[in-house]
């Protein structure tokens, strides 16, 4: 079946240091990838996505880049901000058009502290 | 993208009652998925609905438990049955775009 499995946390780091959070996956055919966040007290927000191999998405300073030869996709931002402090999900779906039923990760929180 | 609307956005329960979650989305899709977040934990597909008829349900996932309605191609509804602490959690819709998943806000049942 498919699987995600990311980097546990909690991850703690100080303000502009630099982040990565590793997730692999496990995929029968071509999956397209995403990181999604949740801040505190809200609702599951896509970060970013990758549709395919050597895709790189990026946003608000994190970059992932979609490798299929080690079925990974880690999320990096060169300099973290108190305001990412967040839970960071790594997921997959395998669907196209509507079809679109995800399997996460267990989610990696990260703090930032001034 | 699309956008998705659930109520309540959060409720306590009393054990051994029912609340049913609403799903309204801003467009007609064919399908709606339902999610469950439990405290700490990452997301598990409840089940998938698609409009006219029954919902498909996850392995570890009951009709009888979590019934789910589908009247429409915008709109779900979806029941948690005969409550217990261990149904305590985020209960989140979602719809399915050309690339993506879209959420909506998420409900959060605590169960007391």
């Known amino acids: ?114 | 993208s699309a956008v998705i609307s659930q109520k309540p956005s959060r409720d306590i329960c009393q054990r051994g009652t029912s609340l049913t979650i609403q799903c309204q989305v801003d467009s007609q899709v064919t399908m709606m998925f339902w999610y469950r977040q439990q405290p700490g934990q990452s997301l598990t597909l409840i089940a998938t609905a698609n409009q006219g008829s029954e919902a498909t349900y996850e392995s570890g996932f009951v009709i009888d438990k979590f019934p789910i309605s589908r009247p429409n191609l915008t709109f779900s509804t979806l029941t948690v049955s005969n409550m217990s602490p261990e149904d305590s959690s985020i209960y989140l819709c979602s719809v399915g775009g050309d690339t993506e998943a879209f959420f909506g806000q998420g409900t959060r049942l605590t169960v007391v």
């Open chain 1, 1 to 114: 079946g498919n699987s995600v499995t990311q980097m546990e946390g909690p991850v703690t780091l100080s303000e502009e240091a630099f982040l990565t959070i590793n997730c692999t996956y496990t995929a029968t055919g071509y999956p397209s990838l995403f990181w999604y966040v949740q801040y505190p007290g809200e609702g599951l927000q896509l970060l970013l996505k990758a549709t395919k191999a050597d895709d790189k998405g990026s946003n608000k300073g994190f970059e992932a880049t979609y490798r299929k030869e080690t079925t990974s996709f880690h999320l990096e931002k060169g300099s973290v901000q108190v305001s990412d402090s967040a839970v960071y999900f790594c997921a997959l779906n395998l669907g196209a058009g509507g079809y679109q039923k995800v399997t996460f990760g267990t989610g990696t929180k990260l703090q930032v502290i001034p």
